[in-house]
């Protein structure tokens, strides 16, 4: 059973627009949420995390958004840089453990 | 800045071997986390441990086992290789409090 969802495998988004990933998680237990970007052959990095009494979370250009009703969060990146271009997990916490989606590849259009 | 380091970048092993997959991290963080990357299922948990000595089974423990002997050290350890166990294994630390988890850049096995 899959907790945590990410339904796009992949998405490409011009140089310089809005990037928007999105998350769909089914436990309400979970009480903190993360995104981790992966390049090829590296481990996952830590981008951002939201709390679950937030409904939002910025960093540059990076912004977390958080729905509790609908168990829906999604990441905006703006503007999106060549750099971007990753695979992008989310994860739920609980307990201190993750449970992790599927992941999105996003690539960047110069 | 905080290090996870895994022994090996690559390895191939044959059906049956015993392998050993180490990591060790700088932190002090006191959880340490073994998973699998497989394309289309994204991570998932093999095995945590809290503390020293002290492990837990995550979603997926067959097949594998594990040893936390020293705080700064967790090694997975497949008993007998199975092509299934192909896969890229990361491993990552937090601390006890934070959800953040730190991750090692990951061995590629390949077990023929």
């Known amino acids: 059973d899959q907790q945590v969802k990410q339904n796009s495998p992949s998405l490409s988004v011009q140089e310089g627009r809005i990037s928007i990933l999105n998350c769909d998680y089914t436990?309400?237990?979970?009480?903190?949420f993360l995104w981790y970007k992966k390049y090829p052959a590296e481990g996952p990095t830590f981008l951002i995390s939201?709390?679950?009494?937030?409904d939002k979370n910025e960093d540059g250009r990076f912004t977390v958004f958080l729905n509790k009703s609908a168990k829906h969060l999604s990441l905006h990146i703006v503007p999106s840089q060549p750099g971007d271009s990753a695979v992008y997990f989310c994860?739920?916490?609980?307990?201190?453990?993750?449970?992790f989606g599927t992941g999105t590849r996003l690539t960047i259009i110069p | 800045d905080v290090k996870v380091t895994q022994s090996s970048r690559y390895l191939v092993k044959r059906t049956g071997e015993k392998v050993f997959l180490e990591c060790v991290q700088d932190?002090?963080?006191?959880?340490m986390f073994w998973y699998r990357q497989d394309p289309g299922l994204g991570l998932r948990l093999i095995y945590f441990?809290?503390?020293?000595?002290?492990?837990e089974k995550g979603d997926i423990p067959e097949g594998y086992s594990v040893s936390r002997e020293k705080k700064e050290r967790f090694s997975l350890i497949l008993e007998s290789a199975s092509t299934n166990q192909t896969s890229m294994y990361l491993c990552?630390?937090?601390?006890?409090?934070?959800?953040?988890?730190?991750f090692g850049p990951g061995t590629r096995l390949t077990v023929l």
């Open positions: 994860a739920a916490s609980r307990d201190e453990k993750l449970t």
């Open positions: 990552a630390s937090s601390f006890a409090t934070r959800g953040e988890q730190f």
């Open positions: 932190m002090d963080h006191e959880n």
């Open positions: 939201i709390s679950s009494i937030k």
């Open positions: 441990s809290y503390d020293v000595k002290m492990k």
């Open positions: 436990n309400s237990m979970f009480d903190y």
